[in-house]
């Protein structure tokens, strides 16, 4: 595929944003980045300073979003792949990294991202919850701990409850696990059995919206996965590209409610 300086200069622009959204630039990030110059033909003498400098002289990145927007469909695969890519190679994923993405895609009107089928297989995280304060932050919290009770005393304290209630099958969370291609598992939500009770709880719009039954939710909320066989809980594990669709799947059924810090 043959893309203009322009066009490259954009995505370089859209994927700086995620390289510098943790204030700490990866090796592995920026071999991302090279690899994918190198895949378009655009990665030789003097090429990537030009489209470095165009980048950092002549676009902002109101401009190289509009640029990106105007890309044909192949083009905008392309750069949801890289994108997703880019702030999954290290085996995390930030909550800044996440709001960026999902920022990118609507703004763009980027497609789902297609991971490359043997980097998804071969990728291995560390179990990851996504948290959901009542005040709309959402969060990240990644456990190597797999026992039921200990795992529920790590994400008992991460919400200040003493103990936990599993929400599942709801239709909200049923749409969602369908939509993200769940297989074996379902999305679950965990809430404070006691939230009521605590006069430091607050109404959690998005559990009480994804609850999708007129009653309200309160306090703190993690979202994890629950097997269909035996209801053993987890967290997402398969790949940062799952976690990333989740988690914007979510905020889209709640209206985009979840921001991060």
Do not use: W
Request: hydrophobic share 40%; with cysteine.
């Amino acid at each position: 595929m043959k893309l203009s300086l322009q066009e490259l200069a954009a995505i370089y622009k859209l994927v700086s944003n995620i390289i510098t959204a943790d204030e700490e630039i990866k090796s592995e990030e920026v071999d991302v980045l090279y690899d994918f110059f190198e895949s378009v033909g655009a990665y030789h003498e003097g090429m990537v300073d030009k489209i470095i400098e165009v980048s950092d002289n002549q676009l902002s990145t109101e401009d190289a979003t509009t640029i990106v927007a105007h890309c044909d469909a192949d083009t905008k695969q392309i750069v949801a792949n890289l994108l997703a890519k880019v702030a999954g190679c290290d085996g995390e994923i930030s909550p800044q990294e996440v709001e960026i993405l999902n920022t990118l895609k609507e703004i763009c009107e980027l497609p789902d991202p297609i991971a490359d089928k043997d980097d998804d297989d071969d990728e291995t995280i560390i179990p990851a919850f996504i948290i959901a304060r009542s005040n709309g932050i959402a969060e990240l919290f990644q456990t190597e701990t797999t026992d039921y009770q200990p795992l529920e005393a790590e994400l008992a304290a991460k919400i200040g409850a003493q103990r936990l209630e599993v929400v599942r099958y709801t239709a909200p969370l049923n749409a969602i696990s369908q939509h993200v291609g769940l297989t074996d598992h379902h999305l679950v939500m965990l809430v404070d059995r006691n939230g009521y009770a605590r006069s430091d709880a607050g109404d959690n719009m998005t559990g009480t919206i994804l609850y999708g039954a007129g009653y309200e939710i309160m306090g703190d909320i993690i979202f994890a996965l629950e097997s269909d066989s035996g209801y053993k809980l987890s967290g997402i594990v398969e790949s940062n590209t799952l976690l990333n669709n989740i988690y914007n799947t979510i905020n889209n059924a709640v209206g985009g409610l979840l921001k991060t810090k």
